[in-house]
C-alpha cells in the first residue's frame, strides 16, 4: 500500500510544477524590483507627512515672577502662570491635510508609471533572450549542416572530382560558425544577469525562455485614441489636484488667526490691613486674533500656483503630443518588422532551393565548394534576420502597449 502511494506521488509531482512564463517575470518584477519598491515606499513617506499636518500648534506655556510685586486692594502679585494656544481659521487643518495627501496620490501615480516603464523593460529583455536562444539554435543547426560537407567534399575528392582544398574551406568555415556560437553563448550571460537586475534576483538564476512565442496583431491604429491612458497623464492630474488644494489653502491663510489664554496670578496676603478675599489668586481667560495686514505674500503665492497649474497644462499637452509621435514611429516601425519578416521567409525559402541545386551541381562536379558555403553562410544570415525582424516586431508591441499604459490583452 505504502509503495502504491509513493508511485502517486512520483507520478503526480510532474505535474504539480509549472515552467514560468512571461506572465510570471513580469508579477516578480512588481513585486521585487529595488526602484519600484523605492517608488512605492516613498508614497508611503508622502502619506506618512500627511498625518503630520492638521495639528494644533503647541500650546503656550509662560512663567513670570515679579521682582518688584505690583500692590493691589487684596494684597501683592507675587507670580504669573500664563497658557495659550493659537488655532488657525476654520478649513485650514483640514486643507493642510489635504495637500498632503494629493502629493501622496502624486507619488503614487508616479509609482504607477515607473511599473509601466519597468513591464517594458522585462518584455524587451524577455524577447531579446528568445531571440538569442533562437539564433543560437539556428547557429548549431548549421554547424552540423557544415559538418556532412566534410564528409561530402571528401566523398568528391577521393573520387577525383575535387581537390583537397574543399575538405579546408568546408573547415575554416566551421572554425568561423564556431566561434560566433562562442560569441552568441557569452551574450546569454549578459543578458541573463540584466533580466534577473530587472527582477531583483541574483544574476545567475535561471530564466525559462519558450521556443515560441505567440505572434501580434498587425493593425493598431484604432489603439490611437487609448494614448490618454498613459500613467503620466494620471501623474499630471494629480499634479493639477494637489495645486489646487495649495491654491485654496493658502486663500485660507489669508484668514485671521484666534487664540485663547487663561493666567493664573498669585496674591500674597497683606499684613497691614484685613480686606475682604485678602490674597485670593486671580483667574483671568483672554481671547485674541491675529489679523493678516499684508497680504501681498499670499496674492504673489496665489499667482505662483496659478501658473503652476498653467504649466502642468502645458506639459500634458507637449507629452500627448510626443505620445502621438511615438505611437506613430511605433506603427511605422510595426509595418517594417513585418515587412522583412515576409522578405527573409522568402529568402529563406529561395535559399534552401538554391542549397538543393549547387548540392546537386556539386556532387556532379559542376560546381566549386565556396559557391556550396556561401548559399549556406547566407541562409543562416537570412534566418537570423528573420530572427531579429520577429523580435523587434515583439519589442514594438510592447512598446505599444507602454504607450496606451494597458497590461491587458488588445
Not at 90 to 110: C, I, P, Q, W, Y
Not at 185 to 212: G, K, M
Not at 398 to 404: C, I, K, T, W, Y
Amino acid at each position: 500500500m505504502k509503495r502504491y502511494k509513493y508511485l502517486m506521488l512520483l507520478l503526480l509531482m510532474p505535474f504539480s510544477f509549472r515552467a514560468q512564463s512571461l506572465p510570471d517575470y513580469l508579477e516578480i518584477a512588481g513585486e521585487n524590483n529595488l526602484e519600484l519598491k523605492a517608488a512605492f515606499t516613498r508614497y508611503h513617506a508622502a502619506l506618512e507627512r500627511g498625518g503630520q499636518k492638521g495639528r494644533l500648534p503647541d500650546l503656550q506655556v509662560a512663567f513670570a515672577a515679579f521682582v518688584l510685586p505690583i500692590e493691589t486692594r487684596i494684597g501683592p502679585q507675587q507670580a504669573n502662570i500664563g497658557l495659550r494656544q493659537m488655532f488657525p481659521w476654520f478649513g485650514v487643518r483640514a486643507a493642510e491635510r489635504s495637500v498632503e495627501l494629493k502629493n501622496a496620490v502624486e507619488k503614487l501615480r508616479a509609482f504607477e508609471q515607473k511599473k509601466n516603464e519597468l513591464y517594458f523593460k522585462v518584455r524587451r529583455n524577455y524577447y531579446l533572450m528568445h531571440q538569442l536562444e533562437k539564433d543560437i539554435k539556428a547557429t548549431r543547426e548549421n554547424l552540423l549542416i557544415m559538418d556532412s560537407y566534410i564528409g561530402l567534399s571528401k566523398k568528391e575528392y577521393e573520387g577525383g572530382m575535387n581537390s583537397m582544398v574543399d575538405i579546408v574551406r568546408v573547415k575554416m568555415a566551421i572554425n568561423e560558425l564556431g566561434n560566433r556560437l562562442a560569441q552568441l553563448e557569452d551574450q546569454r550571460v549578459v543578458l541573463r544577469t540584466r533580466f534577473n537586475a530587472l527582477l531583483s534576483r541574483a544574476a545567475s538564476d535561471a530564466v525559462e525562455i519558450p521556443d515560441s512565442i505567440a505572434g501580434i496583431r498587425q493593425e493598431v491604429g484604432y489603439l490611437r485614441d487609448s494614448l490618454w491612458q498613459h500613467p503620466a497623464f494620471a501623474v499630471y492630474q494629480a499634479q493639477k489636484d494637489a495645486l489646487q488644494e495649495a491654491e485654496a489653502l493658502n486663500a485660507l491663510m489669508n484668514r485671521p488667526k484666534l487664540s485663547l489664554g487663561l493666567n493664573y496670578i498669585l496674591v500674597g496676603k497683606r499684613t497691614d490691613v484685613a480686606v475682604p478675599h485678602n490674597g485670593r489668586d486671580a483667574l483671568m481667560p483672554s481671547l485674541g486674533i491675529s489679523i493678516p495686514l499684508n497680504q501681498k505674500a499670499q496674492r504673489a503665492r496665489q499667482q505662483e500656483l496659478a501658473q503652476l497649474q498653467q504649466v502642468v497644462d502645458f506639459e500634458k499637452e507637449a507629452r500627448h503630443q510626443s505620445l502621438l509621435a511615438d505611437f506613430a514611429k511605433v506603427q511605422a516601425d510595426l509595418k517594417a518588422a513585418a515587412r522583412r519578416m515576409a522578405l527573409y521567409a522568402n529568402q529563406i525559402e529561395q535559399a534552401n532551393q538554391a542549397l538543393g541545386i549547387l548540392i546537386m551541381s556539386y556532387a556532379a562536379g559542376g560546381t566549386g565548394m565556396d559557391e556550396v558555403l556561401e548559399m549556406q553562410i547566407k541562409r543562416l544570415e537570412f534566418q537570423l534576420a528573420l530572427d531579429k525582424a520577429q523580435t523587434d516586431q515583439l519589442i514594438h508591441y510592447a512598446r505599444l502597449r507602454a504607450l496606451v499604459g494597458s497590461e491587458g490583452k488588445f
